[in-house]
């Protein structure tokens, strides 16, 4: 990823930041729901033990090809952990994606750390995102499209979480230069 993507973005009610090791506990607990896994492509379900712990030191240790910030609302006096967003290198730009843990469903926190990131990805000089949803998660459909996203088609991919292929919604931003 481009070194120019800050490790730290600002929103109104979110700090997005890297993730830390007292992440891990809501990090398995919300990602170990099947509501979450079934919407996802990579996150198995059942969520093994100790995959919480094994990414977040994958992340800290700059093993990863992607940009990863956890949704954290402390400075609202909200939870430290909320959810994750990221930036997946691409050939043109990256792919965003994200969850949020279902208590922080229907809140605005993806939305708003979607925008967040968006502007972090242009100031980095990025020409676009791409971002793609399972087709039936309208919610997740309305985040990307709320941070100026436009459809582009569908397509299929497996999700570990179903254990079966998914089709998806694909989506894209384009950032200029």
Known sequence: MPSRLP???????LTLRRPR???????????????????????PHPYPPGAAEAFIERILA????????VMDAEKI????????????????????????????????YATEAAL???AAAREAGLARLD????????????????????ERGRADFFSVGRGAMATHRLFRLELGR
């Open 21 to 43: 090791a007292s992440d891990a506990g809501p990090m398995s607990l919300y990602a170990g729901d099947r509501r979450v896994a079934e919407m996802l492509e990579h996150v």
């Open 7 to 13: 490790d730290r973005i600002e929103t109104e009610r």
């Open 62 to 69: 700059d093993l990863v090809t992607e940009r990863v910030w």
């Open 131 to 150: 971002a793609r949803v399972v087709a039936e998660n309208e919610a997740s459909a309305h985040v990307l499209l709320h941070a100026g996203f436009a």
């Open 77 to 108: 006096d909200g939870p430290e952990f909320i959810g994750v967003i990221s930036l997946k290198q691409q050939e043109e730009g990256a792919r965003l994606g994200y969850w949020v843990g279902p208590p922080f469903w229907n809140t605005g």
């Open 116 to 118: 967040g990131v968006v």
